[in-house]
Structure formats: C-alpha cells, structure tokens
C-alpha cells in the first residue's frame, strides 16, 4: 500500500510561484509514474502533468503547459510540481497519485493511489 501526502500549498498573489511536493510512504514509488491532478470550485478533477518512472517523459495539460514543471527524486521518495506564472484560475485542490505501471498517463482511473489534496489560491 501507498500512502501519499501533498504538502506545499497556500496562497499565492497572480504571477507568483509556489512548489508542491508529494512525499510517499509504505512502498517505494522509484517504478511507478506519478501524476498530478487539481479540482478546481465547482468543476470536475482534471490532469494537470505527470512523469513516468525514470523521469524521461512527462506530459502537461495545455493550461500549465510552459508555466509548471513536475520532477521527481527518487532516493526521497517524492514528486514535485514547480508552478511558476500563476493565475486566479489556477486556484484548485492539486492532489498527487500514482500509477503502478511505469509510464505517464492523463486518465485518472488509471491511477492507484491518491493522496489528500492540498489547497492552492491564487489571488489577482
């Protein structure tokens, strides 16, 4: 069993930064891709970048595209996401998961295990 944990949130003003992490215990995750996702008020979860095992390939929904970047340190067991340019509509729950094959996918119903959310809110 996985156990993940999102930390890293907060409130940021319009063009500012902010790095979350998603640090995960009870199994190594060094084989496994990782994505992140965010649900935005009122609307749907949604991709927002994920990142196969070995870091080699990475894919970005359009709206972060260019503005966040997810790596990953596999000696600690964690996954980041750097969001740089941020925007009021980026105010979300962002939540870590992983995915028990190696390689990135968008869909969340592929997708094993999930971790709390953590809050971001960007002011304008």
């Known amino acids: 069993q996985v156990h993940l944990v999102e930390s890293g949130g907060g409130l940021a003003q319009a063009g500012g930064s902010l790095r979350l992490s998603c640090a995960a215990s009870?199994?190594?995750?060094?084989?496994?891709?990782m994505g992140w996702f965010r649900q935005r008020p009122g609307k749907e979860r949604e991709f927002v970048a994920a990142?196969?095992?070995?870091?080699?390939?990475?894919l970005y929904a359009d709206s972060v595209k260019g503005r966040f970047t997810i790596s990953r340190d596999n000696a600690k067991n964690t996954v980041y996401l750097q969001m740089n340019s941020l925007k009021p509509e980026d105010t979300a729950v962002y939540y870590c998961?992983?995915?028990?094959?190696?390689?990135?996918?968008?869909?969340?119903?592929?997708?094993?295990?999930w971790g709390q959310g953590t809050q971001v809110t960007v002011s304008s």
């Open positions: 998961a992983a995915d028990t094959s190696p390689w990135q996918s968008r869909w969340s119903s592929d997708y094993d295990y």
């Open positions: 009870g199994r190594t995750v060094s084989n496994y891709a």
């Open positions: 990142l196969s095992w070995n870091s080699g390939s990475t």
